[in-house]
């Protein structure tokens, strides 16, 4: 499993979690450690600004150690409302690529595929990344303006006859 932090210029940090390893908050603090310290020196000025910082609401992410870490890095957290997955820019738009490239190919050891992730994180244009955050920016901005009931209706479709049903 991998934990990936990125902005509109590309990846800032990627945590591969060990092998049988889970994600908790005591592991996940040092991770924001991590990123932090690689925004530091990737993009200074970033972290005098401020860091304006989107996560889900995993329970390791919004447990009381994480939120006290966050503070104390000084970042703001978007709030990640339930249930919105097209609300998390990883998930609508930068793993569903990976998997796509990822896919059909043979690795025989974990450090191949993380060589795999890696090289393709290095060779997405930066463009990529911008356009994820242009996408994020109108699907936030439809979530508000309709006040959260932002889910398009499906068109009704006639269920099937049912000739036998189990009771």
Not at 65 to 76: I, V
Not at 121 to 143: G, H, I, M, N, P
Request: aromatic share 12%.
């Amino acid at each position: 499993m991998a934990s990936v932090f990125w902005d509109k210029h590309g990846v800032i940090h990627v945590d591969f979690l060990p092998r049988g390893a889970t994600i908790n908050s005591e592991y996940y603090c040092r991770v924001l450690s991590d990123v932090h310290m690689r925004l530091r020196k990737k993009q200074p000025g970033l972290i005098t600004k401020g860091v304006l910082f989107l996560q889900d609401n995993a329970r390791a992410h919004t447990a009381h150690c994480t939120t006290c870490t966050l503070q104390q890095l000084g970042w703001e957290v978007l709030p990640h409302l339930p249930y919105t997955p097209d609300l998390a820019a990883s998930d609508f738009h930068l793993f569903g690529p990976l998997k796509e490239f990822l896919g059909g190919q043979n690795f025989s050891t974990d450090d191949e595929v993380k060589q795999a992730v890696l090289g393709w994180f290095s060779r997405t244009d930066e463009s990529f990344y911008a356009e994820a955050f242009q996408a994020l920016v109108k699907r936030w901005d439809k979530c508000i303006n309709v006040a959260g009931e932002y889910v398009e209706k499906q068109m009704q479709f006639p269920l099937p006859e049912i000739h036998s049903f189990i009771l």
